[in-house]
């Protein structure tokens, strides 16, 4: 990597992105900062166009959420307002968008598999209650990881159109034809994708206190990681708490994100016990000395679930550091 580029992404730039983001509001900063701003802004688009990409694939996962030079966008679930969520389809379609990774949900299945799945059941995202009529309430966790690849997990799209986008005519019969094919990708195939696409991804591990994978579900996938050399291009979430400490100790150097629903009182000190580099917050209570709070401790903080372009830039121009969304198109529009 070049020296210009280098200096790029290590620039702090905590005050650009505050000038970028009152650009984008088309607040007027005063002249001699704008003009600032604007040297800043030209170097590095020289910069991009002259190294010809976007954030460096070798920055660390800690480096590329606290020093990149712009918010990171993350494709939730993959690039899912345009596809079945949580399918390889997704995330090649996040990756096509220029997302700088995609979040996935990681259940395991009876006999033992880690596979990428958002909810408890199964009924939602594929068709396992005409498949198997008789295992209600269809637990994910109750199924054979054979069963699992029997499903159809993508037609459902076509039946629901959770975002709109086919009546908005952007996802074609071609593609919702294709949906049919889809299956629930394994935690293996999810990673092997990013790492050939160069790409990287944040794994939620989803809370399965109560079922027999609990023993094992973060031990499993430390080692599936460890694996396939992929630690510093994977970012660990969950809800569970306990289970990003069980990460760190399985692997130290591993960066993780705290998940939250409501505001917690000393998010700060809660990712200091962890050991987490950011925290990934509802962004529907987050508010904004939160945000600064955390940017001030030299943590990150990547809200979930923003898809709409005015609570983005709101978000950003409080400090956040990355927003994970169901739309990465906006996002990028935005940051880039
Ligand atoms: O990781 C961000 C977000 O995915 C957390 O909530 O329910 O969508 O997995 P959920
Ligand atoms: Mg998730």
Not at 124 to 136: G, Y
Not at 205 to 213: M, N, R
């Amino acid at each position: 990597m070049g020296k210009l580029s280098m200096k790029l992404c290590n620039f702090p730039l905590s005050k650009f992105r505050e000038i970028f983001i009152i650009n984008k509001m088309n607040i007027k900063p005063c002249n001699r900062l704008r003009n600032k701003a604007l040297r800043v802004f030209f170097l590095m688009g020289a910069g991009l166009a002259l190294f010809g990409q976007n954030i460096p694939k070798s920055l660390s996962m800690e480096k590329l959420i606290m020093q990149s030079y712009r918010p990171i966008v993350i494709a939730h679930r993959g690039f899912r307002s345009i596809a079945p969520e949580n399918t390889l389809l997704a995330a090649q379609k996040g990756f096509d968008i220029g997302a700088d990774m995609w979040e996935l949900d990681v259940a395991a299945s009876s006999d033992g598999i880690l596979v990428v799945l958002h909810d408890n059941t199964l009924t939602r995202t594929t068709d396992a209650k005409t498949r198997f009529p008789s295992r209600s309430p269809w637990i994910i966790y109750d199924f054979t990881f054979d069963e699992l690849k029997s499903l159809d997990a993508g037609s459902w799209y076509s039946k629901t159109d959770p975002f709109m986008q086919i009546a908005y005519g952007r996802v074609g019969s071609s593609e919702l034809e294709s949906f049919k094919d889809l299956r629930i990708p394994t935690l293996r195939e999810a990673l092997e994708l990013t790492k050939r696409l160069g790409w990287r991804v944040n794994i939620e591990i989803k809370d399965a206190t109560g079922f027999a994978c609990d023993a094992w579900i973060v031990e499993k996938t430390a080692e599936l990681i460890k694996e396939l050399d992929m630690v510093p291009s994977v970012l660990i979430s969950s809800f569970n708490h306990d289970y990003l400490k069980r990460m760190k100790m399985a692997i130290p150097e591993i960066s993780v994100a705290a998940l939250i629903d409501k505001p917690i009182s000393d998010p700060v000190q809660r990712l200091k016990d962890i050991g987490a580099v950011a925290l990934n917050p509802n962004e529907k209570y987050l508010d904004e000395a939160t945000v600064r709070a955390l940017r001030s401790a030299g943590l990150g903080v990547l809200p979930w679930t923003v898809n709409d372009p005015s609570r983005m830039r709101m978000l950003l121009n409080w400090g956040a550091t990355g927003l994970i969304t169901d739309f990465p198109d906006r996002a990028l529009e935005l940051v880039k």
